[in-house]
């Protein structure tokens, strides 16, 4: 009977530990929720942050490329002109013409791809600019969040 008795006190106990769940306030949601923004936040940031270094390391090398094809172009714009005045001097020749046709496009392709590093240059100057606008907002968020 005893036995009974202590085994139904402890069922009852344990009965009402489990139905009387723990109550959260409202201030605790709101600070869980704030502190998860704020969390989303900072993982945002340092994503952005690594981008932009990502981004800035490119920088040399497309710097360097813009220089190198601007380089290139500009000795095949010479080689062209070069080329059409010896044409111009002797307008019958076919070898000279064929020589003159071949700087010609030489020329052009390698205006073709100085445009194009530089149009590449251009963009990447854009998204390095954008993304640091972007930090700067996060971080002024963050801090506004953490304050």
Do not use: F, H, P
Not at 39 to 56: F, I, Q, V
Not at 57 to 83: C, F, I, M, W, Y
Not at 84 to 94: H, S
């Amino acid at each position: 009977m005893k036995k009974y008795w202590i085994i139904n006190t402890l069922a009852i106990m344990l009965l009402s530990l489990t139905v009387s769940a723990q109550v959260v306030s409202k201030d605790s949601i709101n600070n869980l929720k704030q502190e998860k923004s704020t969390l989303e936040l900072s993982k945002k940031l340092n994503d952005n942050k690594l981008e932009l270094a990502k981004l800035e390391n490119e920088l040399a090398a497309k710097t360097a490329d813009v220089a190198k094809t601007a380089e290139r172009a500009q000795k095949s714009a010479d080689e062209n002109g070069k080329a059409a005045a010896k044409l111009a001097n002797d307008a019958q020749d076919k070898s000279l013409s064929k020589k003159a046709s071949k700087a010609a496009s030489r020329a052009r392709k390698d205006a073709k791809s100085a445009r194009k590093a530089s149009d590449n240059l251009d963009k990447l100057n854009k998204n390095i600019e954008s993304l640091k606008k972007k930090i700067a907002d996060d971080e002024s968020k963050l801090g506004v969040n953490q304050g």
